[in-house]
């Protein structure tokens, strides 16, 4: 599996990796360095939310962070704040309101698109699902740093 993020940092997995995977944070400054855990969104299941998450990312929204539940609450609203809903869509947030972007600077960005209300929910719950174990307790704990990337099927031939 590869993944192209912005700013471009190449990722190849092995087939069959589960996330989150854990890989060199590619911004460590440390010997050695600090990991950063990668956080997906499927395209072949949440294709628009994953489709929204590559716009972002090609627009310049950084893809990374730490995990900030406590602050989630207030981003959302923050940031859906000006955006109107439409029946059966939802406000789709990049990177997803977990993420506290602001810890690394200049990138305090976010996108905002409507999109299919199933669609969004099921990244959501994915992405939950994938910093939370099946009881609800955290397995990738706050003040973790995270890049959220879209993962998205190759292109129809």
């Given at each position: 599996m590869?993944?192209?993020?912005?700013?471009p940092?190449?990722?190849?997995?092995?087939?069959?990796?589960?996330?989150?995977?854990?890989?060199?944070?590619?911004?460590?400054?440390?010997?050695?360095?600090?990991?950063?855990?990668?956080?997906?969104i499927?395209g072949?299941?949440?294709?628009?939310?994953?489709?929204?998450?590559q716009?972002?990312i090609?627009?310049?929204?950084?893809?990374?962070?730490?995990?900030?539940?406590?602050?989630?609450?207030?981003?959302?609203?923050?940031?859906?704040?000006?955006?109107?809903?439409?029946?059966?869509?939802?406000?789709?947030?990049?990177?997803?309101?977990?993420?506290?972007?602001?810890?690394?600077?200049?990138?305090?960005?976010?996108d905002?698109?409507?999109?299919?209300s199933?669609d969004?929910?099921?990244?959501g719950?994915?992405?939950?699902?994938?910093?939370?174990?099946?009881?609800?307790?955290p397995i990738?704990?706050n003040?973790?740093?995270?890049?959220?990337?879209?993962?998205l099927?190759?292109?129809?031939?």
């Amino acid at each position: 599996m590869d993944a192209t993020l912005s700013p471009p940092i190449k990722v190849t997995l092995p087939a069959g990796t589960v996330f989150p995977a854990t890989i060199p944070n590619p911004h460590s400054t440390t010997t050695p360095k600090e990991t950063i855990t990668l956080i997906v969104i499927n395209g072949e299941k949440y294709p628009e939310a994953a489709e929204h998450a590559q716009e972002a990312i090609d627009e310049g929204i950084g893809p990374g962070g730490v995990i900030d539940r406590p602050g989630a609450e207030r981003r959302r609203r923050r940031r859906i704040a000006n955006v109107q809903t439409e029946p059966n869509k939802d406000r789709d947030e990049y990177p997803p309101a977990v993420i506290d972007n602001t810890v690394y600077p200049g990138n305090d960005d976010h996108d905002i698109e409507l999109i299919d209300s199933s669609d969004n929910r099921g990244a959501g719950v994915s992405i939950k699902n994938q910093i939370t174990d099946p009881d609800g307790k955290p397995i990738v704990t706050n003040g973790t740093p995270v890049i959220v990337i879209p993962v998205l099927p190759p292109p129809k031939k």
